[in-house]
């Protein structure tokens, strides 16, 4: 399905660390979402680009999205436009990083002592504050309430529906012999008030370990000098049958 926008790189909104945000001319309820090269890891101290990887994560995003669309939780994700571009809808995003984990690792390991690839009962969310200046710091839910980042029932949706991603995109990675280790979301408020599921999901924001011998298949590449960035994104892309390339129609 192709989709007609207009928009040029004058319509240049925002640019964080991995992506660009664009405008879109004829709507104020749409954005287009751009996903870059670089690459940056412990809060942009390491940075690095690498040829192919946003045309990668676009490919990821809309692979994730669509199946989290046909399974019923809202996302801002409208379509993929070509190689690195696809539409969303505008969000007021939250300010939170919304954590969900399968298995111990990273910084719940050094939090809590805890082996990496320790199994755990079931799925936790946890919340971070999206603040660089403070290296985005756990909050606990009084402290979310405290600086009134959301209401009490909005946290509870959030994190309910963070548990219902978990519920739709891990067995996509069991299926493909791969253990979804935990993972980042965003959310964010529409025109309309509903909280909607927005940013990416990729290998970027996915600790992703080969079922058979732990081998990282995840951004954990780069900030730990493990191996090849992109080789190792197109294997877990061809595993689970990912489109990356583009077919016209
Ligand atoms: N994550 C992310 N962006 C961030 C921080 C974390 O996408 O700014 C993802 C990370 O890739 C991992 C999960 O969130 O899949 C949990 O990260 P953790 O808290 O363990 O932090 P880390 O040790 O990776 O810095």
Known sequence: MTIDVSYTDDDFLYEGKAKYLFEVEDSGEHLVQRFKDDATAFNGKKFAQFEGKGQLNCAFTTHFFD?????GVDTHFHGRLNETDMLIERLEIVPLEVVVRNVVAGSLSDRTGLDEGTPMESPIVETFYKKDELDDPILCDCHVEMLDLVEPQQLRDLKAAALEVN???EPMFADA???LIDFKLEFG???AGA???GD???PDTCRIWDAEDDRHLDKDVFRRDLGD???TYEEVAD???VQVELIED
């Not at 199946?67 to 399974?71: I, K, P, Q, V």
Request: charged share 25%.
């Open 67 to 71: 199946a989290l669309n046909d399974a």
């Open 167 to 169: 519920d739709v995109i």
């Open 177 to 179: 012999g791969m253990r």
């Open 189 to 191: 408020f529409n025109a």
């Open 195 to 197: 909280l909607v599921l």
């Open 200 to 202: 990416e999901i990729s």
């Open 229 to 231: 960035l992109i080789e």
């Open 239 to 241: 595993r689970l049958g």
